[in-house]
């Protein structure tokens, strides 16, 4: 699975580097039926992103720490992508941990998302 | 989406009590073709079990933090559900935590297992 281990790096390395410099870039990997759980609170569409650049903290750094890959149709084409890692905002010295998971869907040459499920880490 | 919610709890009540009771009945979760990574190594039908089985404690206890789910697929039928949580293992007082994502697949009246990514949060 070389390849979609391949393609999962470099759309984790993508996404967390453009979240970490302007969240409002990320419009174009989601769609009006994609789907965000974050933090248990549901959204969908336009509203992904919106709710990223509303998040309130000026500055922030995702460090990833482990990702894997699946492909999540018998027929491939979609992949399951999941991450597991740390985030640094503003001046904040502890870092909180995080795990997310995509679903990319196959367009073009290119991927968007269709789910996207992000959870902090408490009570470590 | 209460219907998904609560397939979604309903399967990670069984699932995570089945496997601290005896793991080798997890066994018709999993298709011959489904798929598992367990911390980075990739598994696939029968061969999923028998891992799990293999894996060297007498004694594990799930706590489940937080279940989120997603329909998998425009079509609907298929889910994706991620969980946090933490585990306790043998005579260990201190849990470790985990992430764990599955894709389940309807069949008649019931799921099973396509995916499944099992992440333990290490660095805490």
């Given at each position: 699975m070389a390849d979609i281990n391949a393609?999962?790096?470099s759309f984790v390395d993508f996404y967390y580097s453009t979240f970490d410099r302007n969240r409002a870039?990320?419009?174009p990997l989601y769609k009006e039926f994609s789907m965000m759980s974050f933090e248990g609170q549901q959204f969908r569409g336009a509203d992904i992103v919106e709710k990223l650049q509303s998040l309130p903290f000026q500055?922030?750094?995702?460090q990833v720490v482990t990702v894997d890959a699946q492909p999540s149709n018998p027929q491939a084409g979609p992949l399951l992508v999941t991450v597991t890692g740390r985030?640094?905002?503003d001046d904040e010295q502890n870092p909180q941990h995080f795990s997310q998971t995509f679903q990319l869907v196959p367009e073009g040459t290119s991927y968007f998302v269709f789910n996207d499920i992000f959870r902090l880490n408490y009570g470590f």
């Open positions: 393609i999962a790096k870039e990320l419009a500055r922030v750094q995702h985030l640094l905002v």
